[in-house]
């Protein structure tokens, strides 16, 4: 097939040929979680196993089988995002999910569904509020709560087989967008559809896409951000490892929209098996004529590389992208000039993320009144995000833009638990959404309509899309701290604010946390964090210190506490813990009361000692000298 021939028509013909002669469909979830709980042993004992009982099965499609096809497919597909209850398999057409499965439950999946016995149960999910089985992902409360579009495929599709993603209506937008609609109506349409940037920023998608379009010259250049690198967020990753030519289609319908000829995927070294799809899927589109010199046989070219990362968080800011892409040291410049105006070697680019670019296809492909039907007239459409920390059900979930955060936490999460992940109707303390460019969320906000504009009344923002549920017992000094700890390591060192500034704010977090804090601390804390916020040069420092300020503002009396009667509420700072005992370990050998220097330790020899915390100086003495670690918070 050439590439001035390419029928899309063709492709999904051929994969329904291909595939009409199978009973069933065994998808065993391959995105990188359950790879690493297992699930290629499954994939491979799901291909023994069906041996032993005489029937073939096929992971690659192929020609020969055409005439006398195996009954039954066997494919691995990227996340199906409940991440928690991996390695997960799906048994088409009965729909069912096994959770956990293991290479030695295979045997007894197989023998169930030939004999049709019905799914094996103890492998089914059971809902944890009301005890009931479910079967299907229709039956989880994790699913049937979601309303996915960009995830919609992920965890279904093969996304190393190119057809079944043509055959699921696949490059149909991005052919339109060449063949029958031209730069500025593409542009148009984008702006109607009021998509905007799901990186973080929010900017509108079809205005970015406008201004490059204006810029003059021949050259200009589209790049996909999938630099993802917040903690707590995967779902960049997710995508382009469970439905890559999604983000294809959606950097073509970009290169259309402004004129561009070249594109880059520039993705981070920590996602081998994103990089890995995302090449298969490049170099498959090249075959068919997808991508190339002559795209759609329009004699219009478009290429794409993929490049990998060193993974510097930084790098997910769009000038220091760009300059790690041309062979320099990641490091943000000043804008303007925007990348619309001077971008990848100084030519108009146009950067946007994976979940924006595979958002694009399904606008262009769907229309702009069904995308605008969901989420809400300024932020309409869907958000991915990763839910993650103290709730039931963690993983990776699609809501439109406006669903408030009772909803998620609550109802798709399953509501909050205790250290140990058991549902024991722990209170919900906070959640921190957007990751170290983010702030925190409080009860307060449980019915707050999750959107850019909306989150930004409150001083926090949707940014990657992290969502990190904690309950009552989490120290907000110590997430403040942990998250200023990430940013001032991934700081690139060329403004001084962000450069010196983070790290003075971790050494005045420490000082809290560690008991050295006092009474002109926290406004220098809060003076400081503000001057990095606006004296820094991108967006890593410039929102650096939102969880703090966002922490401080929520949770003053928290960080009062540690500061005024150097206490930790939560009992998680060590240093603040009260000096203690244990009856249990101590033996009464006396060593640690010769030891005390002030006379804090009082007991009878062969008896737990006791410590008098209003006497102890917490020079750590007897706890060095205690051979039983009896002793604690000193």
């Known amino acids: 097939m050439s590439a001035a021939t390419v029928e899309l028509e063709g492709l999904a013909s051929e994969y329904r ?14 995105g990188t979680g359950c790879v690493a709980g297992g699930s290629r042993q499954v994939l491979a004992a799901f291909e023994r196993e069906l041996t032993v009982h005489g029937m073939e ?20 597909s990227g996340c199906q995002g409940f991440c928690q209850m991996g390695p997960l398999v799906r048994v ?69 087989e190119v057809r079944e993603y ?41 205005r970015k896409w406008r201004l490059t379009l204006a810029q003059p010259g021949p050259k200009k250049y589209v790049i996909c951000n999938a630099d993802e690198g917040d903690p707590g967020a995967f779902m960049d990753r997710s995508v382009m490892e469970g439905n890559p030519h999604s983000v294809i289609e959606g950097m073509l319908i970009a290169a259309r929209a402004i004129g561009a000829d070249e594109g880059y995927v520039y993705v981070r070294l920590e996602y081998p098996l994103a990089v890995e799809r995302v090449r298969k899927a490049v170099a498959d589109a090249e075959r068919e004529g997808i991508l190339g010199g002559n795209v759609f046989g329009s004699g219009l070219p478009f290429n794409i590389h993929v490049m990998e990362g060193a993974g510097a968080f930084v790098c997910g800011e ?23 105006q001077s971008g990848l070697w100084g030519k108009p680019t146009v950067i946007n993320n994976v979940e924006t670019l595979a958002t694009v296809p399904l606008v262009i492909g769907r229309g702009v009144a069904e995308f605008r039907g969901l989420g809400t007239a300024k932020s309409p459409g869907t958000k991915t995000f990763a839910l993650t920390g103290h709730v039931v059900n963690t993983g990776l979930i699609e809501v439109p833009l406006g669903t408030t955060l009772r909803e998620i936490v609550m109802e798709i999460g399953g509501g909050v638990t205790d250290d140990q992940g058991q549902p024991t109707g722990e209170i919900f303390k906070a959640v921190q959404i957007g990751g170290p460019s983010g702030g925190c969320l409080t009860p307060e906000n449980l019915d707050l309509p999750l959107d850019f504009d909306s989150l930004q009344g409150v001083g926090a923002m949707v940014g990657s ?18 998250f200023m700890q990430f940013t001032q390591n991934e700081s690139c060192g060329k403004c001084v604010l962000c450069r010196e500034g983070t790290k003075q704010m971790l050494a005045l977090l420490d000082d809290i946390i560690e008991g050295r804090a ?19 040069l991108c967006g890593l420092g410039k929102t650096a210190p939102n969880p703090v300020l966002s922490t401080m503002r929520q949770f003053r009396a928290e960080y009062e506490a540690h500061v005024f009667q150097k206490r930790c509420p939560t009992g998680r700072c060590k240093a603040l813990a009260a000096p203690a005992i244990d009856p249990a370990l101590c033996i009464g050998c006396t060593a640690c009361a010769r030891k005390c220097p002030v006379g804090a330790i009082s007991g009878e020899r062969r008896a737990p000692h006791r410590i008098d915390p209003a006497l102890c100086i917490k020079c750590g003495a007897c706890a060095a000298a205690c051979k039983f670690k009896a002793i604690s918070g000193v």
């Open 57 to 76: 099965s096929e992971t690659e499609l192929r020609f020969e089988h055409e005439h006398n096809a195996p009954a039954v497919r066997l494919s691995g």
């Open 318 to 340: 769009e000038t220091a992208l760009i300059a790690s892409i041309e062979g320099r040291r990641g490091m943000p410049a000043p804008k303007p000039p925007f990348p619309a």
């Open 166 to 206: 043509v055959a699921n209506g696949g490059y149909f937008a991005a052919r339109r967008a060449w063949l029958e609609m031209t730069a500025e109506s593409v542009c148009e349409e984008m702006e109607l559809s009021g998509l905007r940037g799901r990186g973080g920023g929010g900017f509108p998608t079809g």
């Open 518 to 536: 006092d009474e002109s601390t926290l406004a220098l804390l809060e003076e400081l964090a503000k001057a990095v916020r606006v004296g820094s």
């Open 465 to 482: 899309g992290g969502l990190v549920v904690m309950n009552n017992a989490t120290c907000m000094v110590s997430v403040a701290r942990f």
């Open 17 to 30: 040929n291909l595939t009409a002669f199978h009973k069933r469909r065994i998808i065993v979830c391959a």
């Open 92 to 160: 088409l057409p009965e729909g069912i999910m096994y959770i956990k499965v293991k290479a030695e439950d295979v045997p007894e999946i197989v023998e169930n569904m030939l004999e049709g016995e019905g799914p094996v149960e103890r492998l089914l999910y059971r809902d944890p509020a009301s005890g009931a089985l479910c079967p299907t992902t229709d039956d989880i409360s994790f699913y049937k709560r979601q309303h996915r579009m960009v995830l919609a495929s992920c965890g279904q599709l093969d996304p190393g």
